[in-house]
């Protein structure tokens, strides 16, 4: 009798564990993918420059919350878990700038050259754990 009540604790316990793992799962892909959508939804489509602004400043926001740490040149360092990096080619100048760069050479200025210039997000790429990692935006219009 005592053997049949410790297995049935066992199995119970082992439930649980198993339910809890699944739980935490399950949290963690549905906060990736909320913070995914507010980068996914710009793949292969066109925007303005503007709009680009609006992207640098989640992904710089989303780096300083998640503390990412800068290198020596003032650029985010991958950390393999959850950093944002975007690069920005613009054919102005035939120029492939990174997000800091843009960001820390102050946005009005972006937008006061770029704000009605289309651009086009052409590549994605994501950390091991599924969130966006990486994006590549092209300038589509002169």
């Known amino acids: 009798m005592k053997k049949m009540i410790i297995f049935f604790i066992m199995i119970i316990i082992v439930i649980c564990i198993v339910f809890g793992i699944y739980t935490n799962y399950k949290a963690n892909y549905n906060i990736a993918k909320k913070e995914n959508f507010e980068f996914e939804r710009y793949i292969n489509k066109e925007i303005y420059g503007t709009e680009l602004t609006t992207i640098i400043n989640r992904a710089v926001n989303s780096n300083e919350k998640n503390e990412i740490q800068k290198n020596e040149k003032g650029l985010y360092i991958d950390n393999k878990n959850n950093s944002i990096e975007i690069d920005i080619k613009i054919t102005d100048n035939n120029?492939?700038?990174?997000?800091?760069?843009?960001?820390?050479?102050?946005?009005?200025?972006?937008?006061?050259?770029?704000?009605?210039?289309?651009?086009?997000?052409?590549?994605?790429?994501?950390?091991?754990?599924?969130?966006?990692?990486?994006?590549?935006?092209e300038q589509t219009t002169e």
């Not at 760069?101 to 994605?124: D, H, L, P, Q, R």
């Open 95 to 137: 120029s492939i700038n990174k997000m800091e760069k843009i960001y820390s050479g102050g946005m009005e200025n972006f937008v006061k050259y770029y704000s009605n210039i289309k651009f086009k997000c052409t590549k994605i790429e994501y950390h091991k754990n599924n969130k966006v990692k990486y994006m590549f935006f």
